[in-house]
């Protein structure tokens, strides 16, 4: 009998499959465990091997939970909305329904080939509609939610119109858009059906609102930050222009507090926890508001330091400001609107971190300084962002050095409020300066000052403390096709919801995926897009009257839509009515272990905390959280290999050989490259087109030699290394040991080969323990106390590290134990048996196989998880002859590493040993450990 990973590993891919092995039950007399890995976008370049790193850790931990007695929810699916398939369809026309389905269906292939213990029963696509449908009810719960700051909870909308019918909204305390007029019962019952509709869209979760976006008007859409580079698109490298348009935005800012809360409550690593708080960015300050001279408009500043108000040298409004046009002065209109202009072209990110440009135009309009009365300059500049706090900041040049270098540059007086000079030191530090030139705060340390200064401008009426947060409102439309349509239409430019009753709104054929030629997004080129108030269904534009029949919402939603829920959905994934039963929700929960990889920090991660909670106040989230503990796997790194090209030219120089020439660096495949450094030249031109007629120098041994580098694996540099072929070559058992003893979970390592001999030959080996040629050599001899040392060192060490995520060094424990038992001609049942169960997380297919051979009929996954037994591990002990005046009278098993001192106090408090004294002192007692115990008595 011969290990043939090939023929196992597909024998029992096909068992597990056709016997449903790991078919999940939501009832269960045991308790739960939910594993969860991050769904994949099916991409369609497949997956190579930095993709299943995390699968794998995520599947051992589910299998090893099993074997622990757990009913374990380990499931799998695909986040299958997205660009790529999109642009694939504006390409070629070929629809991103088709290509998913392709992507999906290779994506499960490679999967299988893995051999994970995913429930498939349990597969969500986000794409699909009968999933997005209850993504369309998630939408319309928030349109139809307020968020109470009373009762710190999203509420009914219906809520919120009864405060209003009974005392208009001046007692309302919620999270809700800024400069809402104050109005009465009476007032709010007089507004027409419009006015209380445009009113409410202030108060909802989600709402319409004009939002800032990067509009790239050659692509027809908007941009996210990181599509941007200086200034233009990445793809195409087309202008990129700030613009206002009417966008949905999620209210996630009326979770800021409680997202920061959560964190304290679970199990992440601390610099998740903590780019999550940076994200969510709390500044505990004031408000301060400060009139404009000659105007009725006033300007709201947001500062964490109301302490420093007497030093407030000039003002500064962000160039979007509302105010900006208002006020300036004739004088100043042209350079401002040039200013205006120029500072559309740059993005936010490219603002805040330009810390040394330091750019403005004055206004000519000056703001009167609450206490002092006098006249401040008003200012434009880029470092004020417009989205943050109020747009407009206070300018004090002795605490701020971006205030201070303003100032500077522009030569604006500036007031010292410090009783030091001006340094560093006030920028950085709050505390040990004291005030001065500050009137009623002279003398005052920040901590006094600022509450003196608050309680001022409270009874000015001009001011109030305040916590900001960073974490903005969430834009939530798109310009795209390959998303969910919201289930929104317009009556008068008002948006309605489609009753859930008609859900789903199933996304709309489209003869073109690219945006009209009047700017619409790609819907706009669906025919049948309006919606029918009568009948209840989608019909064709041509109907359109704006009566009964209305147009549909143009936007799709963004990709974050699919997957802030997902994990729900696999509680119960067929169900039609409902995201998933209460019972199922109640049963498992949330997420005892999530998987995935550390780029989705604060998208991701955030997006899907805020929809838990949300849904948690609506009654339908079982817990506050959805992810208790959470690991990020490494990156896998790839070994890149580079040709160099002399420039202007089609020759390619080996790099040893490269002296002046200037050459152009460019990626080779690693597939073309061996494990010298030697390019298959022939290969090579084959390769792509472009090199077909390449030309080489080659050096004095006739080699062309490449250069290296280490980075992300990626199929854009042309390094990934395919599962399939490591499957085809040593087997799914030995890529998964593999990937695991390549190093630490958490840490980015690089994926190198030249190790995976060693992993196959260690399966080999294990093999060789339960058969040879020619068939089992299982023996039921009662096993040496050294064969049980062995099997309990690896049990002991494998559940410590699967419980501290440790999965390299149970790897190498693996290959000490089975090296151990080699050398012991261990062929004992009562060894191997519990050794294949311990092995199985790892490496399954093989241990299905062993306990197989061993007799046994069903899968060894459902097995108890060996007991660890302390008692194995004592070292070996001797068992001594005890003499008395040099005869032996008995005989004591005692352990090999106690000392003299402890041997003779278990030999003088032996029963025995007194019975041969008889009541009488012993003389002597000779211990030599290991050896004799000898009295003389
Ligand atoms: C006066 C002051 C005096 C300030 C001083 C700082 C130091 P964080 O901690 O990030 O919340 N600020 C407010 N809004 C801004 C905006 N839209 N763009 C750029 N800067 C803005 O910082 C809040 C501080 O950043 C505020 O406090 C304000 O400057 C500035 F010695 O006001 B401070």
């Given at each position: 009998m011969k290990y043939n990973p090939n023929e196992i590993e597909a024998k029992w891919q096909k068992f597990w499959k056709e016997n449903q092995?790991?078919?999940?039950?939501?009832?269960?007399e045991k308790p739960k465990y939910y594993v969860l890995d991050m769904f994949p976008?099916?991409?369609?370049?497949g997956l190579h091997v930095g993709h299943p790193l995390g699968y794998i850790a995520s599947d051992i931990f589910a299998r090893y939970k099993r074997h622990q007695g757990f009913n374990v929810l380990h499931p799998q699916g695909y986040?299958?909305?997205?660009l790529p398939a999109e642009q694939y369809a504006i390409q070629t026309g070929q629809h991103p329904a088709i290509t998913t389905e392709e992507n999906i269906a290779r994506y499960r292939e490679q999967l299988d080939r893995i051999g994970f213990?995913?429930?498939?029963?349990r597969e969500v696509r986000t794409s699909n509609a009968d999933y997005y449908k209850h993504t369309q009810w998630i939408f319309i719960q928030l349109f139809n939610s307020w968020y109470n700051k009373e009762t710190d909870k999203a509420e009914s909308i219906t809520t919120l119109v009864s405060k209003f019918d009974k005392e208009?909204?001046?007692?309302v305390v919620a999270v809700c858009d800024d400069n809402i007029p104050v109005f009465t019962a009476e007032q709010w019952k007089s507004y027409s059906d419009e006015e209380k509709e445009k009113m409410l869209l202030k108060y909802r979760m989600t709402y319409l609102a004009e939002t800032e976006v990067n509009w790239c008007p050659a692509l027809g859409t908007v941009l996210a930050n990181?599509?941007?580079?200086d200034g233009l698109?990445?793809?195409?490298?087309h202008p990129v222009v700030r613009k206002k348009m009417k966008q949905w935005s999620m209210r996630i800012s009326a979770y800021a507090e409680r997202l920061l809360q959560g964190l304290e409550d679970i199990d992440w690593t601390e610099s998740l926890k903590e780019s999550q708080r940076n994200w969510i960015g709390k500044s505990v300050g004031a408000s301060i508001v400060f009139n404009v001279k000659d105007h009725d408009d006033t300007i709201e500043v947001f500062t964490?330091?109301?302490?420093?108000?007497?030093?407030?040298s000039f003002m500064t409004l962000a160039p979007?400001?509302?105010?900006v046009s208002k006020i300036t002065t004739p004088e100043q209109k042209e350079k401002i609107a040039a200013y205006i202009d120029a500072t559309s072209k740059r993005s936010e990110r490219e603002r805040m971190a330009d810390v040394k440009t330091i750019s403005g135009v004055f206004t000519g309009a000056y703001a009167i300084h609450p206490f002092t009365k006098e006249p401040i300059e008003i200012w434009i500049g880029d470092?004020?962002?417009?989205?943050?706090?109020?747009?407009a900041v206070m300018a004090v040049p002795s605490g701020d050095s971006r205030d201070y270098a303003f100032a500077k540059h522009f030569d604006i007086k500036i007031k010292n409020i410090?009783?030091?000079?001006?340094?560093e030191e006030a920028f950085t530090e709050k505390e040990g300066f004291v005030l001065k030139d500050?009137?009623?705060?002279?003398?005052?340390d920040y901590k006094e000052a600022t509450i003196k200064a608050i309680e001022a401008l409270v009874e000015l009426g001009q001011g109030k403390g305040k916590v900001n947060y960073r974490l903005r409102d969430a834009?939530?439309?798109?310009?795209?096709?390959w998303g969910e349509p919201f289930p929104v239409y317009y009556v008068n430019g008002l948006p309605k919801m489609i009753d859930s009753?008609?859900?789903?709104i199933v996304l709309p054929e489209v003869e073109k995926y690219l945006p009209t030629e009047?700017?619409?997004?790609?819907?706009?080129?669906?025919?049948?897009?309006?919606?029918?108030?009568?009948?209840?269904k989608v019909v064709a534009?041509?109907?359109?009257?704006?009566?009964t029949i209305f147009p549909i919402e143009l936007n799709t939603m963004p990709g974050w839509a699919g997957s802030s829920w997902y994990w729900m959905r696999y509680?119960?994934?067929?169900?039609e009515s409902e995201i998933a039963a209460q019972d199922a929700l109640k049963y498992w929960q949330n997420v005892d272990l999530y998987i995935g990889g550390?780029?989705?920090?604060?998208g991701h991660l955030l997006y899907s905390r805020f929809w838990n909670k949300f849904l948690k106040d609506l009654g339908?989230?079982?817990?506050?959280?959805?992810?208790k503990k959470l690991i990020n796997q490494g990156m896998i790194l790839g070994t890149s290999a580079f040709v160099y090209r002399i420039?202007?030219?089609n020759t390619f120089i080996s790099k040893d050989m490269i002296k002046d020439e200037k050459v152009q660096q460019l990626y080779a495949y690693?597939?073309?490259?061996n494990s010298s450094s030697e390019l298959d030249t022939v290969a090579f031109k084959k390769w792509r087109p472009d090199y077909e007629n390449a030309e080489f120098i080659l050096n004095p041994s006739g080699k062309y030699i490449v250069g290296h580098e280490v980075e992300k694996m990626s199929k854009s540099y042309y390094n990934v290394v395919n599962p399939d072929d490591i499957c085809n070559e040593y087997g799914a058992d030995t890529l998964r040991l593999y990937e695991m003893f390549l190093?630490?979970?958490?840490q980015a390592k690089p994926w190198n080969t030249a190790g995976i001999s060693g992993v196959a030959g260690f399966l080999k080996k294990l093999w060789r323990l339960y058969a040879d040629d020619n068939g089992l050599v299982i023996t039921d001899e009662e096993p040496t106390k050294e064969m049980y040392k062995s099997l309990h060192k690896t049990i002991k060490k494998v559940v410590e590290d699967i419980e501290g995520f440790s999965f390299n060094t149970s790897v190498s424990q693996f290959m000490i134990c089975v090296n151990e038992l080699g050398q012991q001609k261990c062929h004992h049942r009562a060894i191997l048996e519990p050794l294949a169960i311990v092995i199985s997380p790892y490496a399954p297919h093989i241990a299905e196989e062993l306990w197989s051979m061993l007799?046994?009929?069903?899968?060894?996954?459902q097995e108890s998880f060996p007991e660890f037994k302390?008692?194995?591990?004592?070292?070996s002990s001797k068992e001594y002859p005890v003499s008395f005046n040099g005869k032996m009278r008995f005989k004591i098993e005692l352990p090999l590493d106690l000392s003299e001192e402890e041997i003779k106090k278990i030999i003088l408090d032996d029963e025995r040993t007194q019975a041969q004294l008889n009541g009488r002192e012993p003389k002597k007692l000779i211990v030599v450990p290991g050896k004799i115990i000898n009295i003389v008595g």
């Open positions: 092995t790991f078919k999940t039950d939501n009832n269960s976008y099916p991409s369609g370049a986040d299958s909305f997205g213990s995913f429930d498939w029963n208009g909204n001046l007692n990181d599509e941007i580079k698109s990445e793809r195409g490298g964490t330091r109301p302490d420093t108000i007497f030093g407030v979007e400001h509302d105010l470092y004020v962002l417009a989205g943050y706090g109020t747009g410090f009783d030091k000079d001006i340094s500050s009137d009623f705060l002279n003398g005052l834009v939530f439309s798109r310009q795209r096709y009753k008609y859900l789903p009047d700017g619409q997004p790609p819907l706009g080129n669906a025919n049948i897009w309006a919606w029918d108030t009568v009948n209840n534009n041509e109907k359109i009257d704006n009566k509680m119960d994934p067929s169900n550390s780029e989705h920090a604060t339908v989230a079982p817990t506050e959280e959805p992810f420039e202007g030219t690693v597939g073309l490259v190093g630490p979970l958490e007799g046994h009929e069903s899968s060894i996954s302390a008692e194995f591990l004592v070292e």
